[in-house]
């Protein structure tokens, strides 16, 4: 039999995914499970989307999209969103590529940007997938660990003791997942900062801003002039329009990296969906109500949750500032966060994903989405409340 390659044996299946796909065959099985692994809106799309993505098939849009980086009203709908909402200008015929996901906005972005052995500062806790990206594309994925007790504050000082020859990009998520956190305007300035000083692409993943609490917009690295051409903007429909599995994202910046991932994106997807994209242009162009409903309505169970674990016994939680994910610690336990997840899951029957998923060794971390219904959040606090003397 030929072997298959050494990388894939370096790549383990997302956990996020893992974990998520477990929950749903425990509950397939008949069991009373509790699955808040996955990062994914429990809304439905809303409806004048899914009606335009309907309208879209039954008039034909049937087809390979053309220009496959994107169709014209989808490219023009983007620039015109980063320019209201970013303040980011973006020429949208030569700084866009349209992708099936953020994910893959990613994968392009670094593909196009690292040469094999350049290295990538990566803030940790992080998005589980960032590390396996760099590595997928030949790089090398360098963390930078930040802690809770400082509000996971990333500091320049810090970053540049990770610089190297051979560094070539650093990767931002503000809100961040797991955390919440957002970067505040000391952190960004530290940022830009660096990426001058060391001559670096900054990949700012913005999934999230859209999903930020109590008032405090997030704000994206590519509207600072001193940087914004080495900006590479990662968004996309998933979590701001409850669109998953549309599978839409895009990458913007710079015209030579864009037009370097607009090759590799032609050369893998093709495009993405039609139809989805077309959906995705009443998205962006439609009314933005539905967002800020579902908005509001995370930040009430970010209340929820936050209160509630910090009144369970032995756990604590900080404030989160954005995203849905709480990423709540057992204090005092000789426990990893694997231990942790696995009693959580056998005792409880809460599905959550361990804090090493994240790039967290010290400290036994669980990310629970609260991306699901109040009262299924209710029953999980409650069932892990009733197991809390057995994590410590
Ligand atoms: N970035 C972060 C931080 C995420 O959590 C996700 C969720 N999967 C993505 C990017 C990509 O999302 P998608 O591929 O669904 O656009
Ligand atoms: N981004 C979500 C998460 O972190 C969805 C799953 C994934 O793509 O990893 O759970």
Redesign the pocket.
């Known amino acids: 039999m030929p072997s298959i390659t050494k990388l894939a044996g370096r790549i383990a299946k997302?956990p996020?995914?893992a974990m998520n796909d477990k929950a749903k065959q425990l509950a397939a099985e008949g069991h009373s499970v509790i699955g808040l692994a996955?990062?994914?809106p429990d809304f439905d799309t809303p409806a004048h989307i899914v009606e335009a993505g309907m309208k879209a098939i039954r008039d034909g849009e049937t087809r390979y999209a053309a220009p496959s980086k994107g169709i014209g009203p989808l490219l023009e709908a983007i620039a015109a969103k980063m320019e209201r909402d970013n303040n980011v200008s973006v020429d949208p015929m030569s700084d866009i590529i349209v992708t099936p996901g953020g994910?893959l906005a990613l994968f392009l972005a670094l593909k196009a940007m690292l040469d094999p052995g350049d290295e990538v500062l990566i803030p940790a806790p992080y998005?589980?997938?960032y590390p396996s990206i760099v590595t997928m594309v030949g790089g090398v994925p360098v963390t930078v660990a930040t802690s809770s007790d400082d509000g996971y504050r990333l500091r320049l000082e810090d970053l540049r003791g990770f610089v190297t020859a051979k560094t070539k990009a650093i990767i931002i998520n503000s809100p961040c997942?797991p955390t919440g956190h957002m970067l505040s305007s000391d952190e960004i300035e530290g940022i830009a900062t660096l990426a001058t000083e060391a001559d670096l692409y900054v990949i700012s993943d913005e999934i999230y801003e859209k999903l930020n609490f109590d008032g405090r917009p997030a704000v994206s690295l590519a509207s600072l002039p001193d940087i914004s051409d080495r900006v590479v903007v990662i968004n996309g429909m998933s979590k701001a329009y409850a669109m998953t599995g549309w599978r839409l994202g895009w990458l913007a910046g710079p015209t030579a990296l864009i037009g370097a991932a607009g090759k590799f994106n032609s050369q893998t997807a093709t495009s993405a969906a039609t139809f989805t994209q077309h959906a995705a242009v009443a998205a962006l162009n439609g009314p933005q109500e539905c967002v800020e409903m579902m908005r509001q309505s995370y930040q009430e169970r970010r209340d929820f949750m936050v209160n509630s674990f910090n009144n369970i016994e032995n756990m604590s939680c900080p404030d989160i500032e954005g995203a849905f994910y709480a990423f709540p610690k057992v204090d005092n336990t000789s426990k990893s966060s694997e231990e942790v997840a696995s009693l959580i899951l056998d005792k409880a029957v809460v599905v959550g994903v361990p804090g090493s998923a994240f790039g967290i060794s010290k400290d036994a971390h669980i990310r629970f989405s609260f991306a699901e219904d109040l009262n299924l959040l209710t029953e999980a606090v409650e069932r892990i409340r009733g197991i809390a003397d057995q994590l410590a």
């Open positions: 997302s996020t995914i996955g990062g994914e994910k998005w589980v997938s997942n």
